[in-house]
């Protein structure tokens, strides 16, 4: 973190926002559909992150953005994996229920697909004595 403050240190807010590329908006939203992100408050309502709650909230940027997840699959993830999960896919951990990105899911789909296509053209040359 480029703020200059030690790994330990707590994080406004914006500096969160800064760090992980999202809206202190979005971090407000994430806050009110995850029980588990719980920023130390204080008599003003500012909030301060704390290094766990950055990783934690890491995590499910992770979930949401680079996974594809709902809030409620995120919500279900963070359930049935626990926080210490999410937190370890801040630092580039796979999740336990990794099935692939949807980028991955959708080239294994594609490639089956394209098996199948060869499949019924072998079948259709067969059946017709046609090459195309």
Known sequence: MSSGKSDSAFRTISE???TLGVK???LRFWESK?????PVKRAAGRRYYR????ALIAGIKHL???QGMTIK???????EN???DVRGLAAG???KTDKGTPNELGLNRRSKLEAARQNLLQARILLTGEDN
Request: no cysteine.
């Open 24 to 26: 202190p908006h979005v």
């Open 51 to 54: 290094p766990e709650d950055v």
């Open 93 to 95: 951990e796979k999740p």
């Open 73 to 79: 699959g995120a919500q279900k993830h963070l359930k």
């Open 64 to 66: 949401l953005h680079e």
């Open 82 to 84: 626990g926080v210490s």
């Open 34 to 38: 995850f029980d588990e992100i719980q």
């Open 16 to 18: 969160v926002a800064e």
